[in-house]
């Protein structure tokens, strides 16, 4: 009906809390119904709902200090319940099961518990369920953090073949401008070999973590890999399917997506934070690798490998001009890879299938 399977939509604390941080409970109700309506048209939706921390703020009054980390810590372990409770009940009432999948990015870092994941959030869209995913707030709290939800929508996309995801927070999307401006527009489409980070504004939400800059880096990454992606407000009537009928009334930037690459590379792409070393290359292998052509990076083109890597780990690619290009899984280990730095015919250090160029 709307010429997509699966469809992930990430909503924000700030769609989901009143100017004084309490839940708006209408708000989550009418995004369950229109959910509802989605799931009951055969769609299958992976829910990434933020809120658990703004939602136990108001829950509990704390005697004396806390540091950041412990009140984040509380916070998120009474909110994430509350907010759970509240998406059961109004699904309930559509005859819907949801359940709560919370996670780390460390969890994600190896292959195999990516695809453990995977296949959680797989055998949950099987039976109907709709998963709602959260970061694990109360044990994430190291710099392995995501930036913020919007990349772990993005990577859950990405890991569950996604057609498209919807970032929902309380703007209409990217604007050409201040969006104070009264002569600021929307961008309502973006395509990927425009890069506007130039207009956007580095202001942060005030209940979430997130802000419109790391949305739109997500965006355009999760587009590059085939992906659409739509950035709208969550506060807008009907807003989601609105947006899968592509009513042309309603305001949002939608990232025109990429060719579709395939599951690994998509793991690699968001594997940044776990990359054990580094490769760098000259300029003729940059070029080769950045030609439309599948290329994989041979010896041949190296000039430094740097850190210690077993083979299969992930590492990133530096281009002569220091420049990070891309990350791979290398066939080789660090030892082995700077001993054929700039030899000729060994077999490639990254496999063309193991490469991901930004
Ligand atoms: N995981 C956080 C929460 O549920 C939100 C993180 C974010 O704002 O992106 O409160």
Known sequence: MYGIKRLAIKIGSNVLTRA?????????????DQI??????????????SGAVASGRNEIKVKGRLDDVSARQL?????????????????KEHGIACGQVLTTKESLGTRRHYLNQKNCVGVMLENKVIPIMNENDTIAVTELMFTDN??????????????????????DGIYNGSPGDSEAE??????????????????????????MLTKYRIARKVAGEGIEVIIANGKTEAI????LEKNPDVLCSRFIPAPKVSGIKKWIAHSDSFAKGEIHINA???KALSDEKATSLLPIGIVAVKGAFEKDDIVRIYDNKLRQIGLGKVSYNSVNARELIGKKGNKPVIHYDYLYLE
């Not at 509802?36 to 709902?49: D, K, T, V």
């Not at 890991?159 to 919807?166: C, P, R, S, V």
């Not at 989601?240 to 947006?243: C, H, Q």
Request: negative net charge; proline residues 1%.
């Open 36 to 49: 509802a309506q989605l799931h009951r048209n055969g769609l299958e939706i992976i829910l990434i709902s």
């Open 150 to 171: 919007d990349e772990l929508s993005g990577m859950i996309a990405a890991m569950m073949d996604a057609e498209a995801l919807i970032i929902l927070s309380n703007i």
């Open 284 to 286: 003729d292998a940059a």
């Open 186 to 211: 929307i961008i309502r489409e973006i395509d990927l070999s425009n890069d506007i980070t130039d207009y956007i504004q580095t202001g942060k939400s005030t209940f979430g973590r997130g802000g």
């Open 240 to 243: 989601l399917p609105r947006l």
């Open 20 to 32: 004084d941080g309490t839940l708006d409970l209408t708000r989550m109700s009418s995004l369950v």
């Open 75 to 91: 916070y998120a372990a009474v909110g994430q319940a509350k907010l759970m409770n509240r998406y059961y009940d109004f699904f």
